[in-house]
């Protein structure tokens, strides 16, 4: 289910049958069984409920710094100090979304784990010292950066894609 | 050999570092990202009626299509 922020897909609610179980049996049949529903659709025994799983886009709110022990490391940082707000919001934006489409919707906070998927790049590629050792043949780039942005979904069929369909194009020498 | 290796890479990461150090490009860097996690639950019933979850093989046992041929082949 697709959750919305104005006109704009922020990212999508999906439903999981719930893996959670104090037998370890039980707990084993349960994942056995949503392996095969995931893989061929197939639900072996009827479920009572669903577990809702989310998965929601932050753009551009993530900054780097060097860490001040190791000067060759990088930690992530907060630039605008209010990212756990901005996710908290999107949260309840999608939690008022479930309560309007869903009668049965039992919400229950858990914490959310961050950058799931990250991408970054496209500062990188503008910067023109970058762009002349790019074009000198002095960096290649494997992978990310590139100037595509990161969308509410997984990028990498998208990104798998653009390269099948474009088999002319030489992305390594 | 490996100590030749490693000093190469140490280098290496030395001159990235630099160079994105240098040119202040650590702090135009932003990065985008997903964040997931579990919001609750709902009721199955209500996800297949609503046509969230297709449930072809439990919706016929529950039905007792398949129940039902079952137990006339057992009575047979």
């Known amino acids: 289910m697709p959750i919305y922020k104005h006109s704009d897909v922020l990212g999508f609610a999906e439903f999981r049958i719930p893996l959670k179980s104090k037998t370890k049996l039980i707990k084993f049949f349960n994942k056995l069984q949503a392996y095969v529903f995931n893989r061929v659709g197939f639900l072996l025994f009827k479920q009572n409920t669903l577990e809702v799983k989310f998965q929601l886009l932050t753009e551009d709110s993530i900054g780097v710094k060097s860490c001040s022990n190791l000067k060759e490391e990088l930690e992530f940082i907060d630039i605008n100090k209010s990212l756990d707000l901005t996710r908290k919001n999107i949260i309840n934006l999608a939690k008022n979304q479930l309560f309007n489409q869903f009668d049965s919707f039992y919400f229950q906070e858990y914490e959310y784990l961050p950058a799931h998927h990250t991408w970054v790049g496209q500062i990188l590629l503008q910067d023109i010292k970058i762009k002349n050792l790019l074009k000198n043949k002095k960096i290649f780039i494997c992978g990310s950066p590139s100037n595509k942005r990161l969308g509410p979904f997984h990028h990498s069929l998208e990104c798998s894609n653009s390269i099948k369909f474009n088999k002319n194009k030489k992305y390594f020498d | ?76």
């Not at chain 2, 160079?19 to 964040?35: M, Q």
């Open chain 2, 1 to 76: 050999m490996v100590k030749y290796k490693s000093k190469i890479e140490r280098n290496f990461k030395q001159q990235i570092f630099d160079l994105l150090t240098s040119n202040n490009l650590l702090d135009k860097i932003r990065i985008s990202d997903h964040f997931i996690g579990s919001l609750g639950t709902i009721s199955f019933n209500e996800a297949v009626r609503k046509d969230f979850i297709k449930n072809s093989f439990a919706n016929m046992i529950f039905q007792r299509k398949i129940l039902c041929q079952f137990i006339s082949i057992l009575m047979c």
